[in-house]
């Protein structure tokens, strides 16, 4: 993406004070762990249900711990005042400027063009959601999240939370390199917050009240993969700018692969349970975000009907 010299976004919130407290990132094998668990099931499969979901909320978008039981709705929006306070500690220890800041702040900032555009054609207007960087841990609206959780939106504060040792992670551990693939990232959690302006997802936090666990799942597949179709739309104008290089859409889609359910499950311990998938398998996750990339359109990201 050639995306240098380009605007950055002004809604980046540096809240990555900690940021040389080393094993609190992603990488830390025990932080995978961390996540307050709720008693949910508290039977011998239990580690398993923890590894998943924690899994899982690497792509989610939302606090797995609300999945667990043990938070208080990491999707319900209007949660309490409980921002996040970033008050103070922008400069000094935290690296001001990085590439990889500039990149999320170009990023974001195409985000905001576009989405104010879609928003303008329908009569809507689209308001700018704050992305937190933050390191190892944060509190969000959404409650207290670690790293290990991944990137993940709130409904509540309008955020985005971003680790962003969590790229390094997608390249690491799960195969899904290049730049585009973070955007990717970046722009799956801009749809949640795109849902959550146009109440698609207030709607679903209603329905999921009288949702069995299974049902559930489903209905949080449907949510994520149109999560995954609006990061193509955005994929889709941004390739109208001429900015995406070659591979760029191709590192997409394979971080789409690399983070279906069923690709981690397997990955992550040898067999997949398909009840438990709230993200989607990776095809179903490649076609939503090529389907949307390939036309622009939001009326081809129903995904809220029908098959998947
Ligand atoms: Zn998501």
């Known amino acids: 993406m050639l995306w240098k010299g380009r605007r950055q976004s002004d809604n ?69 005042g409980q921002i996040t306070d970033n008050s103070g500690q922008d400069s000094g220890t935290a690296p001001a400027n990085d590439e990889m800041k500039q990149f999320v702040a170009t990023v974001l900032a195409e985000t905001e063009d576009t989405w104010t ?9 689209y308001e700018d959601p704050k992305l937190v960087l933050f390191s190892g841990q944060v ?23 971003l680790d962003m ?33 146009t109440g698609i997802m207030s709607k679903f936090n209603q329905m999921r009240q009288s949702m069995g666990e299974v049902e559930a799942n489903q209905m949080s597949v449907r949510i994520e993969l149109q999560a995954d179709c609006f990061a193509g739309v955005w994929a889709h104008y941004t390739g109208q700018k001429g900015i995406l290089e070659q591979g760029d859409i191709e590192s997409a889609l394979n971080a789409a692969k690399q983070i279906g359910d069923d690709t981690l499950q397997k990955k992550m311990q040898g067999y997949v349970v398909p009840e438990s998938f709230n993200h989607g398998t990776s095809q179903q996750r490649q076609t939503w975000l090529a ?18």
Do not use: M
């Open 12 to 80: 980046i919130e540096d809240d990555r004070s900690d940021s040389d407290s080393g094993g609190g990132g992603l990488g830390g094998g025990g932080g995978q762990f961390r996540i307050p668990i709720g008693g949910r099931t508290g039977g011998g499969g239990s580690i398993f249900l923890v590894i998943l979901v924690v899994l899982a909320g690497w792509y989610f978008g939302f606090d797995p711990s609300t999945i667990l039981g043990g938070g208080d709705g990491g999707l319900l929006p209007g949660g309490g």
């Open 117 to 125: 555009g879609i928003f303008k054609s329908q009569g809507l207007t």
């Open 139 to 161: 509190r969000s609206a959404c409650g207290f999240a670690s790293a290990a959780a991944g990137p993940f939106y709130c409904p509540g504060d309008h955020k985005v939370y």
């Open 165 to 197: 040792t969590f790229f390094q992670q997608l390249d690491q551990q799960f195969g899904a390199s290049g730049e585009f693939a973070r955007a990717y990232v970046i722009a799956h959690e801009i749809g949640h917050h795109v849902q959550n302006l």
């Open 291 to 308: 389907r949307g990339y390939k036309s622009g359109k939001l009326s081809d990201c129903n995904t809220l009907s029908g098959p998947i």
